[in-house]
């Protein structure tokens, strides 16, 4: 059970950019599992963050997330880390256990349990476009999860080979990198396709540069990109008759894990979908 000394506050420290659609959520999520809780959005700036941490000891939150830009200067400030936060260096949710604060990272379990609701990650041969933040919190976890080989593809090479390094070296999964020029052609044998590049945000006909038609009705596809959660490249999945998967489904279930953190309670993903779309006005 969460401590009873603590205030039933937990905190986003940040630069939320276009509101916080996770404060809704969250906010909707305690209400919906009768909880008189509150989820504070604070902008932080980079030079005030330790401040804002101890802030958060001092005045007994019982956790937070935290997003960009203090995803891995966080670290420092923080008394212990999980496995996913320390191979992937970043944190996206602290978690306070007694007087400590620990950090964890929920962005690639989110992936995963939205991906759960298709497939099971174990044997699968996938590809994935990208090597930013969220592509390493994904990839990591997919690798824990028991993926057989992670096909890297990005833009740039410096990015993706230091995942690719990551991944062969201490996730001890199979990984390559391909370099992203032109019309990606997916392998045959691909189980599963992610894009976990920033191509769709806020544009809905935006194009990620893949061939789909070497797709099959066999491939699960999956997009990061939650805001249209319908991208072009899903559209364009499903067309060619493959199972997709949005990225509002990794932004809810990230929001669970979270909820589960700081509460001990099961949240209702339904209720936590729901608010999202009413935010996004979708
Ligand atoms: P980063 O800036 O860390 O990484 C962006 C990645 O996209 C890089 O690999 C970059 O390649 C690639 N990229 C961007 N534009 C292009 C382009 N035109 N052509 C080819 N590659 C491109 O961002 P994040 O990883 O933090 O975020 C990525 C997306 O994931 C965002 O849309 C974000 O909203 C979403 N996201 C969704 C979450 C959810 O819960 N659904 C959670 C977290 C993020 P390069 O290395 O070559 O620059």
Redesign the pocket.
């Known amino acids: 059970m969460p401590d009873s000394h603590l205030q039933p506050i937990v905190c986003c420290l940040g630069q939320p950019v276009a509101g916080n659609p996770t404060q809704f959520m969250i906010e909707r999520a305690f209400t919906a599992a009768g909880l008189d809780w509150r989820y504070l959005t604070l902008e932080v700036a980079p030079h005030d963050l330790a401040a804002a941490i101890a802030g958060m000891r001092a005045l007994g939150f019982r956790g937070g997330n935290i997003t960009?830009p203090h995803k891995v200067s966080v670290i420092e400030h923080l008394d212990g880390l999980s496995q996913a936060a320390e191979l992937m260096g970043a944190v996206n949710c602290i978690n306070r256990e007694g007087d400590q604060l620990l950090g964890e990272n929920t962005?690639g379990k989110?992936?995963v349990q939205s991906l759960r609701e298709q497939t099971d990650p174990d044997g699968k041969q996938v590809v994935m476009?990208?090597?930013?933040?969220?592509?390493?919190?994904i990839a990591v976890e997919l690798g824990l999860a028991g993926a057989d080989r992670i096909t890297l593809v990005?833009?740039?090479e410096q990015?993706?080979r230091d995942l690719v390094d990551l991944l062969s070296t201490k996730v001890e999964v199979t990984a390559e990198l391909v370099v992203?020029e032109g019309d990606y052609q997916i392998p045959e044998g691909t189980d599963l396709v992610i894009n976990?590049?920033?191509?769709?945000?806020g544009d809905l006909e935006?194009r990620?540069?893949v061939d789909v038609d070497t797709l099959t009705t066999d491939t699960v596809v999956a997009d990061?990109?939650?805001?249209p959660p319908q991208t072009r490249f899903l559209r364009e999945a499903s067309d060619c008759g493959c199972r997709t998967i949005d990225?509002?489904?990794?932004?809810v279930n990230?929001g669970v894990i979270g909820f589960h953190v700081w509460t001990d309670i099961d949240a209702d993903a339904a209720v936590m979908r729901e608010a999202l779309e009413e935010y996004l006005e979708l």
């Open positions: 960009i962005d989110g992936f476009f990208g090597a930013g933040g969220a592509a390493r919190a990005n833009r740039s990015r993706g992203w976990a590049t920033s191509i769709g945000l935006a990620v540069p990061v990109v939650f805001n990225g509002l489904g990794m932004l990230q």
